[in-house]
């Protein structure tokens, strides 16, 4: 084992996936699109952790393609507005972070298929 996973700190923090409301707030990243990438979020891989809590109140992590994206402003709104209309979440709080940084290998095969990497 490296000292990396000695120290227990994960890059990318695990999300809710047993979760009943998991699926749907899942789907309803998958409304929202990068308008310069014909590809939702979710696959793009620009959601890095959805949870939730047994309250229903979810924290979603979330990064753009760079920092410099002109809806960086924008984004983490149209995420919120997507999941808080999930029936059962109490409330959404989106945060965004660029550590680490997102990268292509972070897309869904759905996503490369679609962008023609595949």
Sequence with gaps: MS????????????????HALYDAAVEACKTVYDPEIPVNIFDLGLIYTITISDAGEVDVIMTLTAPGCPVAGEMPGWVQDAISAVPGVQSVNVEMTFDPQWGMDMMSDEARLELGFM
Excluded at 4 to 17: F, H, R, V
């Design 3 to 18: 000292t990396e996973q000695n120290q227990g700190d994960l890059l990318i923090k695990p999300s809710s996936t047993e």
